[in-house]
């Protein structure tokens, strides 16, 4: 498994100086379309115990929904972008802001990301070991094509496939345009080509690539939502990527 760490000030939230307000007001709406790069898994904590190749393998099951529908779940969802905010912005107090610390809640509030139409399917992933060595910042793992696994444990995992468009809505309360601005760059959001992230399990086999597809920015109002131009917001985020690439270019696969 290939990885690396991201230098930042501070891997961890652990507090916000002089936190925006909570109140709800001034609140945006994104809406975004990721579609998958490799298969995608995040499992539920319940597994399986199948036949395969005449043998027992143990099967992790894929999180669901209330309906039995394959969904990634807010919090992992919120938890991957708030991760690459941390090494994007590179300012554990904005991070906090934005994404919530103890004893402060989270502004940015996110829904299941769905997909549109999924049949999961079963992957190899083996066993997962844990990093060899340690390092300072973020860990990141760089593979960018899907690997096998290196040892023979039979273990596996449902996972979304490959080209599956999923979407997510995240809202924003008494945001500012520096709030979405820094955001977007966190998704990886370029005026000129989309930056893979990755999320879920098995990303040192290079599963969990999801890209930006579509977004769609709206205001809030009281009756109705205004849908308002997203073109300088994404050139901003762009900006904020080409100014730290250098350092965060191995988060981006």
Not at 178 to 192: F, T, Y
Not at 201 to 209: I, S, V
Not at 222 to 235: A, G, H, L, Q, V
């Amino acid at each position: 498994m290939a990885y690396t760490w991201i230098n930042v000030k501070q891997p961890y939230r652990i507090g916000v100086k002089n936190p925006t307000q909570r109140f709800l007001d001034n609140t945006f709406i994104v809406k975004v379309k990721f579609r998958t790069l490799s298969p995608v898994a995040v499992c539920s904590g319940v597994t399986d115990i199948e036949l395969k190749n005449n043998k027992p393998a143990v099967l992790y099951k894929h999180f669901t929904d209330d309906n039995g529908k394959p969904v990634i779940p807010a919090s992992s969802v919120k938890g991957c972008i708030a991760t690459y905010h941390t090494i994007v912005i590179n300012d554990p107090n904005r991070t906090a802001d934005l994404f919530g610390s103890m004893g402060s809640m989270s502004r940015a509030l996110f829904s299941n990301l769905k997909p549109t139409q999924v049949d999961l399917k079963t992957i190899r992933i083996g066993r997962q070991w844990p990093p060899k060595r340690r390092g300072l910042g973020v860990k990141v793992y760089v593979a960018s094509r899907l690997l096998s696994p290196t040892n023979s444990q039979e273990i596996y995992a449902e996972a979304i496939p490959e080209n599956t468009v999923l979407i997510t809505l995240i809202t924003i309360n008494n945001v500012t345009d520096k709030d979405l601005v820094e955001l977007l760059a966190s998704m990886g959001v370029h005026p000129q080509e989309n930056k893979p992230i990755r999320l879920g399990r098995a990303k040192g086999l290079g599963m969990g690539r999801i890209v930006v597809d579509e977004l769609e920015i709206y205001k809030e109002l009281f009756i109705r939502k205004d849908k308002i131009d997203s073109k300088n917001y994404i050139t901003k985020a762009g900006e904020i990527l080409e100014n730290e690439w250098s350092r965060i270019k191995d988060a981006f696969h």
